[in-house]
Each structure stands twice: as C-alpha cells, then as structure tokens.
C-alpha cells in the first residue's frame, strides 16, 4: 500500500499567532512584565503563591504600544488595542516553581527544557528580556542547587545576546563545584575571571584541581590550572618553553601529572611532563614508573619507552620495577622480541630479574603463540632458584590454552598441585577455557566440577568462558543452562553473559527464550550490546516475527539503545525481500519517527519492495521523495525503480526509466541490463530480450546465467526449442552453468515438441551438474509423456519424482489424470486410484482435478467416489494405496 502522507520528521514549529487564549495570556503577562521594569516580580506573601490574573475584571485592554515600550525595546507592531477575554492564570515563576524544567517545551534548541509560559511570551514580537530577567532565574535555580536549570536558562540568554554578570557565573561556578560537575565549575571559572572582583580565589581553584585529579578529569584539570595564573595557550603550545616562562610548583605538576595518568591520556602526560621540565621541575621516579604503568595497560610500549628514556634524561636510576613494566608492555603486543630485549637489558644494567619478571616473559610468549618459549622462560626461572607461584603457573597453563593444548594445560595444573600450590579461580578458567577452544566442553564441565570441589567459587568471567564456548558450538540450550547455573551459584549475570545468551538463543531461532531473557536483562538494568539487539531485533524481522521485531527495537531505544540508520535499512530490506511493501514504508517512517535521516540504501529498499508487488506508483513516488530529502539517488536506485516499473507498467516504461539513469550520469551494469532482459522475456517480447542482451555485450557487459536464463525460458514459452537450444549452448559456449530454472525451460521446449528422448536426456544433464531437480523439472518430463498418451512413462516419472524425495503436487496428480483421460482406452482404474492416492497423501484436488477424473471415470462415479470417501468433491480425505507401480 502506498502511503501518500508526509515521511518527514517534523520539528515543532513557533508561530505568533497561538489562538485567542494563548496570545491574551501573553499579551497580559507582557504588559503585567513591562509595568515591573522587567527587572522581575515582587516578592509574593510568605507561604502562598501569588497568581497574577486571577482577580481581573472579565475584559481587559492591552496596547500595542506595550510590545515595544521605550527607546531600543524593537519594533513597534501598531497603535490599535486589542480586546481580550480573561486569560489563564499566569504563575510569579520564582514563586511556583517555573524556573524549573518541569513542563518544559522539549525543542531540541536553546529553548530545550524552558517553562511553556516563557516560549509563549518569546513568540510575541517585542518582547527582549533583559540581564535582570535572566539573572532573576538563573540565581533561583543556583540557588536550590538545580545546576541544570540554571544552565538551560544561561544557555537561552547567551543565544539571546544577553551575557551574564560576574556575581552570576561566580554562583554557577559554585553551584557546579557542589554538584561534583568540573567540567561545567572549570568553565564558569574562565567566564567569572573575566568579570573584576568575580573571579574564584586561589584556594577554590585549587581544591576544585585536586577533585579533578582524583577524579582522572584531564580536561577540567587543564583549565584549572591555567586559571591558576598561567598563560590561556594549551598545554601543547607550552611545550618546549624556557624555564621560567610557566610557574608551577611541584605538588601541582605532579597533580596534572596524576591527572593524566589516572585518565589515561598519554599524550597529554608527555606534554605536561616537559612542562615541568622547562619550568625546573625534577619529576620522581615513581612519577616516571606511575607514567610507564599507565602506557604499559594500554600495550603502547612505545610511550612507555619514551618515558623510560626521558626519566634517563632527567638523571632518574631506573629499578627492576621500570624494566619489568616494559616487559608487561612487550607482553601486551603480542611480540616476544622486544620482551626479550628488555629482558637482555636489565640484566646488562645490573639488574637481578624476579619472578615478576620471568612471569611477564612468560606471558609474552604466551601471547605470542609460542608455547615453547614459554616453557623455556618457565624453567629459566626454575634455575635462577626462584620459588614459583601459581601466577606464573597460570601464566604457563594460558600459554597452552591459547593453543587449545588440552593434554599440556592439564599437564601443568597437575605439576602446580604437585608442588604444594592452591589454583586460583583464574587458574581453573583458564585451563576451562582451553577444554572450550578444544571444543572438548564434557571436559570444561568436569573442570568446572573440579573447581567447585576444590572449594573454590567461580566467578563472572568462568560462566562467560562456560557460555561463550558452547555458544560458538550451537548448543543454544547448553548456553542457557550455564547460565542458570551461574544464577543458582550466586554470580549475577553481566552484560557479556546475557548478550551470549541472547545471540545463542536468536541464532537457535529460539525467540521465547530470547524473549523471556531480554525482559529480565531490562528488568535487572543490564546494559546490553547495541549490536546484538540489533541481531535480535534483525533476526526475528527475517523469521517474520514483525510484532517481536520492532517490540525489541522499541525497548532497546528505551534502555538507551541508539540504533543505527543501518539497522533500520537492514528491516527494510528484510521486508523487501519478503516482498512486504507496506511493512518496508513502515520502517521508513519509523526511521523519521526515531529523529534519524534515512540514506540512499533504506529508499533503495522500499522501492525494491515496491518492484517485488509490481506498484510501479509506489516506486516512483518513494524514488520522487528520495530527492525531495535532499538525497542523490545512485545505480541500485535506478535499477531498483525500471524493475519496478516494468512489472508494473510494463517494458516502455522501463525503458524511460533506463533513460533517467543515463541522463543523470549512470552507467549500467550487469543487473540493469539483466532487470531489461527480464521484463521483456517476461512480457513474451523476445525480439526486446535479444536486443537487450545484444546492448549488455556492447556496453561491455558480460552476461552471467541470470541475463541467459530469461531469454531460454522466453524461447521455450514460444515452443521454439531450437532457439532455446541456441541460447542454452550459448551460455556454455560463455563458460557459464546453467541453473536449473534454464535446464527446465529447455526441457520443456523439448517435451512441448514430443522430443522425449531430448527431453529425459536433458534431465539427466541436471543431475549430472550436481543440481537438484525441482517439482517443476519432473512435472515438464512428466507432462510430456502425458501429451504423447505414454501413461506408463509418465506413471514411471511420477515413482521416480517420489523416490527422490519431491513431493507430489496437485499439478503432478492432474497431469496423470490428463494421461488417463487420453488413454485409448481410457484409463479409469488408474484414474481412481490416483485420486485415492492423492487424498490419501493430503493434497487437496482442485477444480482441475475434478474435472479430468469427470471426464475419464464420469460425473456418478466422481460423485460416488468422493461419497465413499466421505467428503464433498473438493476435500481430500483418507483413501487407498494406488495399485499402478510408478516405476516400482
């Protein structure tokens, strides 16, 4: 169905003229403003609200003049007055309330989260609120701690062009200090110290920069610090400064450098660790090894080494620890060399290496695929006379498992027990783990029992190895049970656990499951993978649970999904090709209705979803609004459109569309050329088909089976066998295999003519290819028989189509009925047991099959047959075994 309203994601529209009502409320609340100086309201009796309006007399009188009141208030709108009726009640905001966002119009603009009077009074030509105005609000909701509000009303008066005082930001600055929000406190304290007499004082700065260093907020740590009295260049324009130029003591530099640390940023380290370095700052060693720590967990060995070289530079001695940190670096790129080379040098620095140390190299080798090695370092630390722990045990047991080595993880566990140590949970997991990349999971289940024997608990991250490994094997319910289990062993489930369960249960085509787990997922405020709702959400669209689909879809975007528009095409698509045209515009529209902009390839979707049900109008309009929004339709558009029109309107019309394409700069390719070829073959227009295929060839196209296919079956359809032999060696002669569909087609050429002996060795030729003939292939060799009075041959193919596993159709009972209709004599034994046999299998007979069992056997017998059948002429029903072999 085409849906001829707008697709268009509406925002609210502002208008001055809101009703009657709405501009008498406003207009009286302007004048109520105006009479006050717009400095604010009076102050109302304590514990009561005051309203204003409340006790107007039924009809007031408003002046225009009152819009644009006084020199510099706008432009005047007239001298006229306007006769209004009494208005709504209009609140004191600063006495009920109306600061706040509460019934706030929500317009995605500066006006977001602002009370609906004040949009109302903004809508009126000439009304400008002042500093005072805006100062009046902002300082109420600081005042009651509403940071936000106080933001949201600051926000409207920066776009309105009214800048906000010091004492005001000062306050704000505050208010956010409270609040914990530094980003927002840093800011107010730039704006407030452009205001004299406003800015924060030192020791406010200061603490605020400390709460920022524990916090790892390197952005307000910045600002802060600049505040503090440095220069406003950032922190990259003063590296490289003479010392003297930046001030900065040392409590404070190891504070930024703490920042840095703790957030992770290690460029913004670098920076600010010379910056101290030119303002003669000397860092510590621990500074450098905290430094190369933080570079060292995200695997950047290279800034660790930066690190390590500048603390050479600034005269610091380097102890194992630093080396060991570059080791766990090396570790984590997955290379064992550099490991290696930082090994070699600390033993040339003097350095004596520690278990840690050997338990790192260890690690290294095991991420590096080199089981070996790892062995080799394990027992390099066996002969420093080192007393191994179960950490580098473990360390040895993962080198294994990454391998999926299950005889040597166990191998190793067994060794760590034998030596008097006490496995770990993390022990356990990882040799459960390598049971998993085995693929041994009764061997993960008895080492999971062992773990439990051992009295020690297993934790989140056992059930994910548990569930992700029997989700990789497809057994969605072994999936289930692990994590039941994990439920009945007190470990609550986590994100990565619910996802696995989820996806499982999906791919499974178990969508209760899934059903019943994402509600508990939402229920216990999971934060579940946007992709693999997205799967779900996909997955249940292509098993056409459309209800399930867009319910999941719906809820996810409540949960705090933000789906992608590809997510959305993806559904499209899906109905497309479920030839669902009107479900495809409903996620179009839902695309608008979600606040997204739909692209090329969701428009693209909707239009082959209008080909699929031949609406040509529907196409075209969703191809016209494609360019409406702004969009450049490309190729697939095109192509997408001329099938649509030519299934619908036929082959002229596609041919306009071919022209579109080309005048818009497109060449065609392979499915435009093919998309013609078909509509032609399918309008019975094969001199077009030919010259079709003849324009693909001389555009340099290479024609595939799918552009040959239409043109055998067209020649077939003509009963011109030769011509569709002609087009089938043609497609051989290219190299090409043709599909089933075009052996079919020539079969059939060749029935319709009586070549039989062709005919069955053609469907020889199918099976030969390694393809499977169809319903259709045996009922094209069949029915040839029939034509021909051959109802032994055809009776033979029918056992032949059954043996095969095909079953047997209405049409295939029909055509032996035929058979036996042109039977001299008259097959009527055969007849009657083809329809037992028919009712017998559950195919129902048609009109067809009526009338050739009428016309072999005679109207009494029908009806006497289908009597002693007990049902009506048109209802299968159990019958008896048919006595003719069929081939048997």
């Not at 701690?145 to 000062?170: M, Y």
């Not at 093919?674 to 024609?703: K, R």
Request: glycine fraction near 10%; aromatic fraction near 8%; proline fraction near 4%.
């Amino acid at each position: 169905m085409l849906s001829t309203a707008p697709r268009r994601h509406a925002g609210p529209a502002r208008s001055q003229s809101r009703g009657l009502l709405h501009i008498a409320a406003a207009a009286a609340a302007v004048a109520i403003l105006l009479s006050r100086n717009a400095v604010g309201f009076a102050s109302p009796s304590p514990g009561r609200p005051q309203v204003l309006g409340l006790n107007r007399p039924r009809e007031i009188r408003v002046s225009a003049h009152a819009f644009g009141a006084g020199p510099g208030r706008g432009r005047r709108i007239g001298d006229f007055d306007i006769s209004l009726p009494l208005p709504r009640p209009i609140h004191d905001p600063s006495a009920a309330g109306d600061w706040e966002e509460g019934g706030g119009v929500h317009t995605g603009s500066r006006d977001e989260g602002l009370p609906r009077w004040f949009l109302e009074l903004s809508s009126i030509s000439g009304f400008e609120p002042d500093l005072s105005f805006y100062s009046k609000f902002i300082v109420e909701a600081a005042k009651k701690g509403d940071l936000r509000a106080a933001q949201r009303w600051l926000q409207n008066a920066e776009g309105a062009g009214v800048s906000p005082d010091g004492d005001t930001l000062k306050l704000l600055f505050q208010t956010a200090t409270k609040a914990g929000e530094l980003a927002s406190a840093a800011r107010y304290a730039v704006k407030a110290a452009a205001h004299s007499g406003a800015e924060p004082s030192s020791a406010e700065l200061t603490e605020l920069l400390s709460r920022a260093a524990a916090e790892g907020n390197l952005a307000a740590a910045e600002i802060l610090f600049e505040q503090l009295g440095n220069n406003n260049r950032s922190v990259f324009e003063k590296v490289g400064v003479r010392s003297g130029e930046v001030h900065m003591d040392p409590a404070t530099h190891a504070t930024l450098l703490g920042v840095c640390v703790k957030s992770g940023d290690l460029e913004a380290a670098e920076g600010w660790l010379r910056v101290g370095i030119a303002a003669g700052i000397k860092p510590s060693g621990v500074n450098f090894v905290e430094l190369m720590n933080a570079a060292a967990e995200q695997g950047n060995l290279s800034m660790a080494e930066v690190f390590f070289e500048q603390g050479v530079a600034a005269g610091v001695r380097h102890k194992l620890v630093a080396y060991n940190i570059l080791i766990k670096a090396a570790s984590k790129t997955g290379h064992l060399e550099p490991a290696k080379h930082w090994f070699q040098k600390a033993c040339a620095d003097g350095m004596r290496p520690s278990l840690v140390t050997y338990t790192s190299l260890v690690t290294a080798a095991a991420r590096a695929g080199d089981l070996p090695a790892a062995e080799g370092w394990f027992l390099k630390a066996q002969q420093a006379g080192l007393t191994l722990d179960i950490v580098i045990y473990t360390a040895l047991i993962d080198a294994a498992a990454r391998q999926g080595n299950l005889q040597t993880a166990e191998h190793w566990f067994e060794q760590a027990v034998s030596e008097g140590l006490h496995p770990t949970v993390v022990t356990f997991n990882t040799v459960i783990s390598t049971a998993m990349k085995a693929a041994d999971s009764g061997a993960a289940d008895r080492w999971f029992k062992r773990c439990q024997s051992a009295g020690v608990k297993p934790n989140v991250k056992t059930f994910e190895i548990l569930m992700s490994g029997t989700a990789r094997s497809g057994d969605s319910i072994a999936v289930e049970r692990w994590f039941q289990t994990a439920n009945a062993t007190g470990v609550k489930a986590d994100a990565m656990m619910f996802n696995t369960l989820l996806g499982a249960s999906v791919r499974a085509g178990n969508f209760e499951v899934a059903r019943h787990w994402f509600d508990r997922a939402l229920l216990d405020h999971v934060q579940l993978d946007q992709g693999i709702v997205a799967t779900m959400v996909i997955s249940a669209a292509k098993k056409e649970q459309r209800g399930l689909s867009k319910s999941w879809l719906e809820q996810g975007r409540v949960a705090g999904l933000n789906f992608s528009i590809a997510t959305y095409t993806v559904l499209a698509e899906t109905a497309s090709r479920q030839s669902r045209l009107t479900e495809a515009e409903d996620w179009l529209q839902i695309v608008f209705d979600h606040g997204l902009s739909p692209e090329v390839a969701t428009y693209n979707a909707v239009i082959s979803a209008a080909g699929r049900v031949q609406n040509a109008s529907a196409a075209v309009h969703w191809y016209e609004e494609c360019v409406e929004q702004g969009l450049k339709p490309d190729l697939q558009t095109f192509n997408s459109v001329i099938n649509a029109a030519g299934r619908g309107l036929g082959l002229r019309s596609a041919e306009r569309w071919f022209a579109k394409a080309m005048e818009a700069g497109h060449l065609p390719d392979l499915v435009t050329f093919t998309t013609l070829v078909g509509i032609a073959a399918q309008t019975n227009d094969l001199q077009s088909a030919e010259g079709w295929f003849q324009a693909a060839v001389e555009a340099g196209i290479q024609p595939d089976v799918v552009m040959y296919t239409p043109l055998i079956v067209a020649a077939a359809r003509e009963g011109n066998a030769d011509l569709a032999e002609q087009w089938f060696d043609g497609a051989l002669g290219a190299g090409l295999l043709p599909d089933v569909v075009a052996y079919t087609a020539l079969l059939e050429a060749h029935a319709r003519s009586g070549n039989m002996v062709r005919a069955e060795a053609l469907f020889q030729q199918i099976q030969g290819a390694a393809l499977t003939p169809g319903p259709e292939s045996f009922s094209a060799v069949i029915n040839g028989h029939a034509r021909l009075g051959d109802i032994d041959a055809a009776a033979r193919w029918f056992g032949e189509m059954e043996r095969k596993g095909v079953v047997a159709t209405a049409v295939q009972y029909n055509q032996l009925l035929k058979a036996c209709a042109r039977a001299k004599p008259r097959e009527a034994a055969f007849a009657e047991d083809l329809f037992r046999r028919m009712l017998e299998r559950g195919v129902a007979p048609t009109k067809g099959t009526m009338e050739a069992l009428k016309w072999v056997v005679g109207g009494e017998r029908v009806s006497a047959l289908c009597n002693k059948a007990g049902a009506g002429p048109h209802m299968a029903v159990a019958g008896v075994s048919a006595r003719r072999s069929y081939g048997r």
